[in-house]
C-alpha cells in the first residue's frame, strides 16, 4: 500500500497521493464529458485551460516577471541540453551576421568569409562542470559544435581527486572574458542528481550590466527555492522529479531571446559555417509561436504538473515557494544532523558548503558494498524505498523533493538512528 512506504527516488520521484488519486479518475471521465485526458485533443478548450492553468501556477510559485515566457517541450532535460546550444548559438551567428552585413553591404562572399573567422574566433559556450549532468550537456555542447566552441570554465573534479562533491571557488573559474565580447552563454546545473551538489546562491561572477546570459538546469531541484528568474535566459527542468510525471521538460526563457528583439539564423548559413541546425521540435521561437502546441503535446503530463503546482499555491499562499523551501530545508537539515550525528557510521560525500538539500548522498561504513547492501535491505524491509545511490557512484542516495513528507523524512531519520546505533 502507498501509506506504508516512504519513497526517496531519484527520478521517477513520489507524487502526491491525492494528485494521483484524481489522475486516476481524470483518465477515465475527465470533468464527467466521458473521455479521459489521454483522449482529449491538445488543441481543445479543455487542453487549453490545462496548459494556461499549470502557466499560472509556475508564475505564481516562481514570481515569473511578464518578460519571460514559459513553454512545455517533450525533450526531457536531456533534449534540453542540445536545446540551448542550438538556439542559444543560433541567435549568437545572427546577431554577429548583422553586425557584420552593416559592414560589407552586399558582399555575400566577404560575409561569409568574416562570420567563419568570427564564429572560429569566439564562439565560446561556457560550462561549469559540478557534476555528472552538467559534464554530460557540455559534452553535448561539444558533440554538436565541436569541443573547440566549448570551455570547461571550472571542472569540480580537479580540485577534488578526480570526483564531483565540491565547487571550486569563483575565483578560479576561467570564464570567457567579457571584455572579448563574452561567451555565448554560461551554463550551469543547479542541482546535481547524481552527485548531490547544488549551487548555495546564484553566482555572483555571473551577475552584471553586462552579464552572459545564463542556462541553469534546474531539472532536480526546480521548485523547491526561490529563484531570481530575472538571471537567467533560461531555466529548464524535467519535470519527473519535484513537478509531475516524465514526458515534459518545462522550460522558461526571456523573452528578448525570442523574436522580433532576437532572431536565429538561417539554416542555410549555419549549414554554411558548418554549425547544426536544431530539429524544429526543439526551437524555442517555433514553440513559443504556438503556445507550446507546435505538435502534440502530452495534456495529461501537463495536467499532473499544474495540479502538483497548483497544489502549493493553495498550500503556501503569499509564501510562493518559499512556504516549500522552507519545508525542504528542514527535511534536509534533519537528515543531514542524524548522518552527522553518527559521522563514525555514515559520511556525507558532497563538501558541506554545496551539500543538496534534494539529493542527499552518503556513505555507510566507508562505502563497505556489503554493509551497504545490508543498510539498504534494512531499509527496505521499514517501507523506506529507492534509496540505492546513482549507479555510476554506488552509495546511498536520499531524494528529498517535494512529495517526500515530513514524516517521511522523519522515517529516515529514526532508521538512521536505529541502524546506526545497533552498528
Ligand atoms: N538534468 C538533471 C539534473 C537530471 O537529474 C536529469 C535526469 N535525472 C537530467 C538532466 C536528464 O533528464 P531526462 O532523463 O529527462 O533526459
Redesign the pocket.
Given at each position: 500500500n502507498r501509506s506504508d512506504v516512504h519513497y526517496f527516488g531519484?527520478?521517477p520521484a513520489p507524487l502526491p497521493t491525492p494528485v494521483l488519486e484524481r489522475a486516476a479518475q481524470a483518465l477515465l471521465n475527465y470533468k464527467d464529458k466521458g473521455l479521459g485526458l489521454c483522449e482529449i485533443s491538445h488543441r481543445s478548450p479543455d487542453a487549453n485551460e490545462i496548459l494556461a492553468d499549470a502557466k499560472q501556477a509556475l508564475t505564481a510559485l516562481l514570481d515569473i516577471p511578464d518578460d519571460y515566457e514559459i513553454l512545455f517541450l517533450q525533450?526531457?532535460?536531456?533534449?534540453?541540453?542540445s536545446a540551448t546550444v542550438y538556439n542559444l548559438v543560433s541567435i549568437w551567428v545572427e546577431k554577429k551576421r548583422a553586425k557584420i552585413a552593416q559592414e560589407v553591404g552586399d558582399d555575400k562572399d566577404e560575409l561569409l568569409k568574416r562570420l567563419k573567422m568570427v564564429v572560429d574566433e569566439e564562439l565560446k559556450l561556457d560550462y561549469l562542470v559540478t557534476?555528472s549532468?552538467?559534464l554530460?550537456?557540455s559534452q553535448e555542447a561539444a558533440r554538436l559544435v565541436g569541443a573547440q566552441h566549448v570551455n570547461v570554465a571550472a571542472d569540480a573534479r580537479k580540485a577534488n581527486d578526480g570526483k564531483f562533491g565540491k565547487i571550486a571557488p569563483e575565483s578560479d573559474w576561467s570564464l570567457t572574458p567579457r571584455a572579448s565580447g563574452g561567451p555565448a552563454f554560461v551554463y550551469f546545473?543547479?542541482?546535481?542528481?547524481?552527485d548531490g551538489v547544488e549551487f548555495p546562491a546564484f553566482p555572483a561572477s555571473l551577475e552584471g550590466d553586462d552579464a552572459p546570459l545564463v542556462c541553469a538546469?534546474?531539472?532536480?531541484?526546480f521548485i523547491s527555492r526561490k529563484v531570481d528568474v530575472r538571471k537567467y535566459a533560461v531555466i529548464f527542468?524535467?519535470?519527473?522529479?519535484n513537478i509531475g510525471n516524465?514526458g515534459i521538460?518545462i522550460v522558461i526563457l526571456r523573452k528578448s531571446l525570442l523574436p522580433p528583439v532576437s532572431n536565429s539564423c538561417s539554416p542555410d548559413l549555419l549549414r554554411a559555417l558548418n554549425l547544426p541546425v536544431g530539429p524544429i521540435v526543439l526551437d524555442y521561437p517555433t514553440i513559443a509561436k504556438n503556445n507550446s502546441l507546435y505538435n502534440t503535446l502530452p495534456i495529461f503530463d501537463v495536467w499532473i504538473a499544474g495540479q502538483v503546482m497548483s497544489g502549493l499555491v493553495s498550500a503556501y499562499g503569499a509564501k510562493k515557494i518559499g512556504g516549500q523551501e522552507a519545508i525542504s530545508n528542514e527535511k534536509a537539515k534533519m537528515i543531514y544532523d542524524t548522518l552527522e550525528k553518527y559521522s563514525d557510521v555514515y559520511r556525507v560525500v558532497p563538501d558541506k558548503t554545496v551539500r543538496s538539500r534534494m539529493n542527499i548522498c552518503f556513505r555507510v561504513h566507508g562505502g563497505d558494498a556489503e554493509k551497504e547492501k545490508a543498510f539498504l535491505s534494512g531499509a527496505e524491509k521499514k517501507g523506506l524505498l529507492g534509496l540505492k545511490g546513482h549507479r555510476s557512484v554506488g552509495g546511498i542516495r536520499a531524494s528529498n523533493y517535494n512529495a517526500v513528507s515530513i514524516e517521511g523524512a522523519k522515517a529516515l531519520v529514526a532508521y538512521l538512528e536505529d541502524y546506526a546505533k545497533a552498528a
Open positions: 531519484a527520478g525533450s526531457g532535460g536531456s533534449g534540453e541540453f557534476g549532468w552538467s554530460k550537456a546545473c543547479d542541482n546535481e542528481t547524481v538546469d534546474m531539472s532536480s531541484n527542468g524535467g519535470a519527473q522529479k516524465t521538460a
